[in-house]
């Protein structure tokens, strides 16, 4: 472990101070590069798909595991637009004289070695791998076991790329001990590592947030919810929450939870029943729902479960005050969204909730860094320091200050 990760920490100083045009080209040779090799990362991927199936891998997760050739095509193109943003690196974010007349400059610089600690989905892999790139950081990749043959796959292609530029693979290598002891071992390794970020269940969020001497931004768990205000046009209502629902239960951006105000209640909750019927939601729902159409009841666990399957918990709430107050009870801080055509509800809601991502008339669906326009994302921090919601390449870049002087001393 410490010698791989020795080795990973010297590449700082290649990829740290490589040209934006270089970093750009190489990327765009890795997108190539993922479109020609398909073939053999899909046949690596149907080998864990195959394990996935006999070890019992629930539906949303086998989702999550499976490439094909326009999933594959969706991660070459996410390098391209990662090659397209402007680059991160040298960036002077600020600059001002002193009263000693130094020139102090505020400057954009790499973050340095990045763990990524991630399940299932093997496109974090070419995802990440290149965000990382992008901005000058060395990337550490540790995938879950069940797609152990897909990231192999696709990280031999990223660092044949590498090495046919002359560069050292470990820019962008995966652990070479995936194990639970690899694992715990690198998130104390502060010598080299600069920065851990833990994405998946949330078991491995609190494990690495309580273990780790290396800093963590955590991308936790997603219990997001909807609220329908009684201003609400409740036609555009029923297809947001059936979006933020069913689009793709099985991710981090979709509803778990949807409060409707109770002074629509009798009249939402029967159009809402039977569009979430259509899409065979199973349904629970407070005393008070259930008293309105017929569904299961939800405890305080299933306000407090992030189900990741197409499973919805509704609440009625009387107005704006107690929906903010069930979120901040129940919520993880991802994605919260209110829909009304009242502008007065719709601002005391972006103001007090405390969320990464906050909406108003839209899905909760949209959290997601290629949609946000950053090409990819490492994932959806749910911190405050020093990244929160989807995390690109400019929150992959710490800053340093240079000062330019002409000979001053401090008197």
């Not at 073939?39 to 070890?55: F, P, V, Y």
């Not at 994932?379 to 200050?401: C, D, Q, V, W």
Request: overall charge negative; some cysteine.
């Amino acid at each position: 472990m410490e010698s791989f990760l020795v080795k990973a920490k010297s590449c700082t100083g290649v990829i740290g101070t490589m040209s934006g045009s270089l970093k750009n080209q190489i990327l765009l040779e890795m997108a190539d590069a993922l479109v020609s090799n398909s073939d053999q990362i899909i046949t690596e991927n149907s080998l864990d798909m195959h394990d996935g199936r006999a070890n019992g891998l629930d539906s949303a997760l086998l989702d999550r595991l499976l490439l094909d050739e326009k999933r594959i095509a969706a991660m070459a193109q996410s390098l391209r637009d990662i090659a397209g943003l402007k680059e991160p690196v040298g960036r002077v974010l600020e600059g001002w004289k002193n009263g000693d007349d130094l020139r102090i400059e505020k400057v954009s610089v790499p973050i340095g070695v990045v763990a990524v600690i991630f399940e299932s989905r093997p496109n974090v892999t070419s995802d990440v791998g290149a965000l990382c790139f992008k901005s000058g950081n060395v990337a550490i990749l540790k995938g879950g076991k069940e797609a152990e043959r897909s990231n192999q796959a696709i990280a031999k292609v990223l660092q044949s790329v590498l090495e046919r530029n002359n560069l050292p693979k470990e820019i962008i290598s995966l652990l070479p001990d995936s194990s639970r002891e690899g694992v715990a071992s690198l998130i104390k390794m502060d010598r080299y590592v600069d920065l851990v970020v833990p994405r998946g269940g949330e078991g491995l969020i609190r494990y690495i947030s309580q273990n780790s001497s290396v800093p963590v931004v955590k991308h936790d768990k997603g219990l997001c919810h909807t609220y329908i205000h009684e201003d609400a046009n409740l036609d555009q209502a029923v297809a947001i929450a059936i979006n933020a629902k069913c689009q793709r239960p099985g991710v981090c951006n979709a509803m778990e939870t949807l409060l409707v105000d109770r002074a629509i209640a009798k009249k939402a909750l029967p159009k809402l029943y039977a569009a979430f019927n259509e899409k065979g939601t199973l349904l629970r729902g407070d005393p008070e729902v259930q008293e309105i159409v017929e569904v299961e009841l939800a405890t305080a666990k299933d306000f407090e479960t992030e189900y990741l399957a197409n499973i919805l918990s509704i609440k009625v709430v009387e107005g704006v005050d107690e929906a903010i107050s069930h979120i901040a009870t129940y919520g993880s801080g991802h994605s919260e969204a209110i829909l009304t055509e009242n502008y007065t509800a719709a601002e005391i809601f972006l103001d007090r909730v405390d969320a990464a991502c906050v909406y108003v008339n839209a899905s909760t669906r949209f959290t997601d860094g290629g949609v946000f326009g950053f090409g990819a994302e490492v994932g959806i921090s749910t911190n405050k320091l020093h990244a929160r919601g989807p995390m690109g390449i400019n929150e992959l870049t710490t800053y340093k200050f240079k000062i330019y002087g002409n000979g001053q001393i401090r008197g």
